[in-house]
């Protein structure tokens, strides 16, 4: 199962103010433990909301709104993507994440599972997250 671990954004990365060394090298030894785990598919840290752009549906209508976004809260500042056996061991691995704010800084880190294949294909019913390979036999199914 893969799950993705959200940063979310603070007013210090909104301004562009580096985190401090120590954390940097927390966080950059944390990385190095997924790695070392084999559960890490990916991650990055995302440009300040200012130098983004969000397009919103309404009404058959699009617009485009160009950052930065007033609520730092609900913007994602960085992600790591893990693939591990449960959400439970998802949980116990954002457990160990180093406080992006430092320490006794409030942060928060969210975790989501990942839809699979499934969900996209519209004739299979959808039963919920699988397990990994599921996409392949699902679509060797759609073919014939």
Known sequence: MQF????KSSADCETGKKPSDELVAAI????QELRRAGVLVELS???????????K???????????PFAETKEV???????QVNSKE??????????????????????IRQFLDVEYFIPSV????????????????AQAM
């Open 76 to 82: 994602v500042g960085g992600y790591w993507i893990i």
């Open 89 to 110: 061991e998802a949980v116990q691995w954002a457990q160990r994440v180093p406080n992006p704010r430092g320490e006794g800084g409030e942060s928060e880190i969210e």
């Open 4 to 7: 993705m671990m959200i940063v």
């Open 125 to 140: 019913p959808f039963q919920g997250a699988a397990g990994p390979g599921k996409e392949s036999e699902i679509i060797k």
């Open 28 to 31: 950059g030894n944390y990385t």
């Open 45 to 55: 840290r995302l440009e300040a909301s200012a130098k983004g752009t969000r397009i």
């Open 57 to 67: 549906f309404s009404g058959g209508k699009k617009s485009v709104m160009d950052g």
